[in-house]
């Protein structure tokens, strides 16, 4: 596709190229009205635009903000994206987006795709919390900050937008032991995510404080999706393992794994309690509507993405942690 040039305007009149330079730019000082009201025409006619992305690397800024997710598709960062595009744009800066789908070479790809585009900053949730730390020092060693929401990171000195997730999945665990729940198996994420680190060590700890055992058996890693709540129910019911309640990493997890149970006849919460971390609609959505710890996504969006625009405007403001306040939402399923 070839798109108009101020040359091709400048061809077309006959006319130098810096003068339709100054036209276009409203320069009234340099170039006569009658002029400029010609070249003006003939860019409308030609169909052209102003090249941005040109302007600004003139200008040593493309007034541009990178965001890795893991996935677009689920509701949490679907809606993170959403408020963070709408919080950067008021601000004045565009955001140009991508996703891991929980793989650290696609995860890679994109920061060194974000560093071609010369983006002024990055947000991300990392899919491993090991795999491109080496690349995340070298980014913000260039000069192009990062801040990390959601799974973010302990073993590095950076800018963080999270929940506590270990203390909301203690008092989770806890009041589903105080509900009668004895035989809580926890369907965890996997063991290379902090947060899902942190969930499993707040399940835990509840058990350890009423004294109950802390079995291997009752932790499956179920992963991050849907299939793979479906998958570790059909695990348990295999294995005729005995469970009373279900601690799920993800609402995804926890959806699968209801409706896994409600395939095989187990009621809801009277045989089986659910729970999970990181609740959205979703769990209202469906019946029973699941108990869920829900993050502040609009929050956490507008924090990280203020917090990333101060990064680039002020790089000497040192490295700042923000803990939001999750609720956690009472549901039928426990």
Do not use: W
């Amino acid at each position: 596709m070839k798109y108009t040039t101020i040359i091709d305007i400048a061809q077309a009149l006959g006319i130098s190229k810096s003068t339709v330079s100054r036209a276009l730019r409203g320069d009234k000082q340099n170039v006569s009205k009658e002029t400029r009201e010609r070249i003006l025409a003939m860019a409308k006619e030609m169909g052209y635009t102003r090249n941005e992305l040109a302007v600004n690397l003139r200008k040593q800024s493309t007034c541009t903000i990178g965001i890795v997710v893991p996935e677009m598709l689920t509701p949490f960062y679907m809606n993170f994206i959403t408020y963070a595009q709408q919080e950067l744009n008021r601000q004045g800066y565009r955001v140009t987006l991508a996703q891991s789908h929980e793989n650290p070479n696609a995860e890679l790809a994109n920061l060194q795709m974000f560093e071609d585009y010369r983006v002024e900053g990055i947000l991300i949730s990392v899919c491993h919390t090991e795999k491109n730390l080496a690349t995340y020092q070298r980014i913000m060693k260039k000069g192009i900050p990062m801040v990390f929401f959601d799974r973010t990171l302990s073993s590095l000195p950076v800018s963080k937008v999270k929940i506590d997730d270990y203390l909301k999945s203690f008092f989770l665990v806890e009041q589903m032991i105080r509900r009668g729940k004895r035989k809580i198996v926890h369907l965890a994420g996997p063991d290379y995510i902090q947060n899902s680190q942190e969930r499993k060590r707040g399940y835990r700890d509840a058990l350890e404080k009423f004294h109950l055992p802390y079995c291997p058996e009752y932790v499956i890693n179920a992963g991050v999706d849907f299939s793979g709540g479906e998958q570790a129910v059909e695990q348990l019911l295999k294995q005729h393992i005995a469970f009373d309640a279900l601690f799920c990493f993800t609402e995804m997890s926890a959806l699968g794994a209801k409706s896994n149970l409600q395939k095989h006849g187990i009621q809801i919460p009277d045989e089986v309690a659910i729970a999970c971390i990181s609740g959205t609609d979703l769990c209202v959505l469906v019946h029973p509507a699941i108990t869920a710890v829900e993050q502040p996504v609009k929050q956490m969006a507008e924090e990280a993405s203020k917090l990333i625009v101060q990064k680039v405007e002020h790089p000497e403001l040192p490295d700042k942690t923000i803990i939001l306040e999750a609720e956690t939402i009472y549901r039928e399923s426990t």
